[in-house]
Nanobody, 121 residues
Framework: QVQLVESGGGLVQAGGSLRLSCAASGVIFSINDMGWYRQAPGKQRELVARITSGGSTNYADSVKDRFTISRDDAKKTVYLQMNRLKPEDTDVYYC???????????????WGKGTLVTVSS
């Protein structure tokens, strides 16, 4: 069964740093775009950062110059380095990846279950 599993969330003081990881597992033929999204209770899920298979990246304006997305294709893992964290970064962070698998040969977007990031002031 294909799945994405996030790790690295937790409680940090404002100005601190955290590194999120998301590992894909299962029978996977290829991984295309990978990304991180976040969602607060009662709000829509929003893009934080995405990275293509070629390494091109894009970021939400609110995290530019503070967050860095990267990927290790050999480990089927995407990372989000978060620096200079602010209380408004508090959210559940979700990993997302478009992958081709035996049951989705044309590609399908998969989601992780999320990891909570809490930034205290």
């Amino acid at each position: 069964q294909v799945q994405l599993v996030e790790s690295g969330g937790g409680l940090v003081q404002a100005g601190g740093s955290l590194r999120l990881s998301c590992a894909a597992s299962g029978v996977i033929f290829s991984i295309n775009d990978m990304g991180w999204y976040r969602q607060a209770p009662g709000k829509q899920r929003e893009l934080v950062a995405r990275i293509t298979s070629g390494g091109s990246t894009n970021y939400a304006d609110s995290v530019k110059d503070r967050f860095t997305i990267s990927r290790d294709d050999a480990k089927k893992t995407v990372y989000l380095q978060m620096n200079r964290l602010k209380p408004e970064d508090t959210d559940v962070y979700y990993c997302n990846a478009e992958m081709t698998t035996p049951t989705s040969l044309l590609g399908m977007y998969y989601w992780g279950k999320g990891t909570l990031v809490t930034v205290s002031s």
